[in-house]
């Protein structure tokens, strides 16, 4: 039995063999590298981009929340205007005397009294709580979006340190530049719990 | 005829890889062992473990037994048996013939399906979607029947396989609804409501949703790993010895073989099994810190939204309060007039319910944003509460790694230390005074 590569690896000789050896190995050895190399890579840009999500988050919180703080502000004061309008209308409808003031005056209070019907169907339980109660329960949506998204980067952060720490990727990850990613803080003054007073 | 010279190498690099799966099972086990039960509601992003009831509003109906149940897998495999006959030449060289029984069973039928559903326990529930899970469900039905029962011909097909014996094997395993389950994966956000689910990662180590505890579940893994390596030692030393023994190698070289390749095969075994262990203490470590930051991720959570809330709350009472006097206003006018219907046509639509204002007293409703923020303020200490537990035990668990053998010897191969645990300070151990009185 005598097969063709055997034929061309004993024409090359010894040398060449070796070689060509040392060449495969080192092949093997560049593509395993290669994926390593690019496979920290990825995990850290996995954590560049779970810190942008919590930015994502904080942008929303920013933007969001003082909106929804105004509009139930607004409604709120409007909820008071239209009982305040309630009150003054039926006040001068009561002390007016002349006929004409009284006609004047009961359409305002009438006016008055089907805005007030409009903002409150089921009077007189205010309308004004529910949106409260509403924002209460989206600031706490957005803090719980937050710190799971926080709690995302803390994953990546944590897939990633664990892939630089591993062997034998801890013998090459220096070497190539990768650092430990920290995990997220928050700053002394703010761990205590917050005191609650009215 | 002498076996080929490849045969103890094939034995030994078949070896290597049941030392392989070996590993894999190990690290499968330390995975386990090593991550803490979470509650549903300290479930945080990332790899969690979960112990609870399967609860769905829409459970499944097993396709055999008609059991109500979040997954199921069913299959039906039909028996057959067959004479064959065949010809031969036996040792004087006389063509024969000779008659052979072959049995056996096919598959002809099998399927399932899996719903997302809830864990649930004592703090609250979390989605779990079973897809891609390694799903180890309880056998609700397993029966071999004949053409005379109804499964026969109503859950399986009409054709007979050939030679068949006509007997079915029915078998079905789920997860029934209410059952007690174990499930470790990874959890990730959801995309309809702010809250994690679990679901199928490729990331992940292990996604396994399984009706056994904890305790088997490892169990298994410990057994897989004794399994493979006794395996890989069979087969390494058995083809090693069945070459040694055809060559002939003298008796000598042979105990001296096979001496070397057991050593060889331990020396694979057990640097590959000191590389696992430190890369899983490493890991650990590193799920000890991301514990303590998740811990710290709470704390800002807490610090954000609570004022804010009380902020609500003060500002719905202050509404409330000023709504309640300009009501009391309005109402000891309605009490002054003569009479409401009296005013004029234009009132008499809204004069009923201005008589409702005058009679009922207005709800205080600023007491629901009190109970808002009294919830969320038992929320919040809550999850902080099990984000701290989930730490101390992973820090438990990665401490103790330090302190066992052999695994203090791998750990020590990249000098880790131990983490330290969370206390309390002195004065908050003392029971808190509950004050009314200021």
Known sequence: MNPVPWRILRAMGPLLVALLILLGVALVVGLWLMGLYNGLVRLRQAVKNAFANIDVQLKRRHDLIPNLVNTVKGYAAHEKDTLERVVNARARATSATAPADKLKAEGELTQALGRLLMVAESYPELKANTNFLQLQ????????????????????????????????????????????EPLF?????????????? | MALSAWVPFAGGALGVLCSLGALRAGRRRRFIDDTPTSKARGVFI??????????????????????????????????????????????????????????????????????????????????????????????????????????????GPALAVPYSTFERTFHESALPLHARIYVIGRARERRDVVAPEIAHDKRAELYLISVRDEAR?????????????????????????????EEPLAPEHL????????????????????????????????????????????????????????????????????????LAALRAQVAIAPGVAGLGGGLAAVAPRLVALKESYPRLVAQEGYLELQRELSDSEQRIALARTYYNDIASAYNARLLVVPDRHAAALSGLRAEPLLSAEGFERSVVEVEFAT
């Open chain 2, 46 to 155: 990332g790899d969690v473990e979960l112990k609870g009831s399967a609860e769905c509003e829409t459970p499944l109906v097993s396709w055999l037994a008609g059991a109500r149940c979040v997954w199921y897998s069913w299959s039906i495999s039909e028996r057959w048996r067959r004479v064959v006959r065949e010809t031969y030449t036996d040792e004087k060289g006389n063509v024969r013939t000779r008659t052979r029984v072959e049995s056996g069973s096919t598959v002809v039928a099998s399927g399932g399906d899996a719903a997302p559903f809830h864990l649930l326990d004592d703090t609250g529930s979390v989605l779990v979607r079973p897809q891609g899970a390694d799903v180890e469900g309880a056998t609700v039905l397993s029966t071999t029947c004949g053409p005379s029962h109804p499964l026969y011909y109503g859950k």
């Open chain 2, 255 to 326: 105990a001296f073989g096979t001496a070397l390749v057991a050593l060889g095969y331990a020396l694979v075994l057990g640097g590959g099994w000191a590389w696992m262990v430190h890369n899983s203490i490493v890991g650990l470590r590193e799920r000890v810190r991301q514990g303590r930051a998740n811990i710290e991720v709470q704390l800002k959570r807490r610090h954000d939204l609570i004022p804010r809330l009380a902020a609500v709350v003060q500002g719905l009472a202050a509404h409330e309060a000023e709504v309640q006097e300009t």
């Open chain 1, 185 to 198: 803080e928050t700053p002394a003054a703010e761990r205590e719990a917050p005191k609650v007073s009215f």
């Open chain 1, 137 to 180: 329960g989206e600031l706490t949506q957005t803090e719980d979006k937050i710190a799971y998204t926080r709690q995302g980067y803390n994953d990546s952060a944590t897939a990633y340190n664990t892939a630089i720490k591993v062997f034998p990727a801890v013998l090459l990850a220096g070497m190539f530049g990768f650092g430990e």
């Open chain 2, 217 to 245: 579940i490892s169990g298994g893994y410990a057994w897989a790993y004794w399994s493979w390596v006794l395996f890989g030692a069979l087969l390494a030393l058995g083809s090693f010895f069945l070459w040694g023994n």
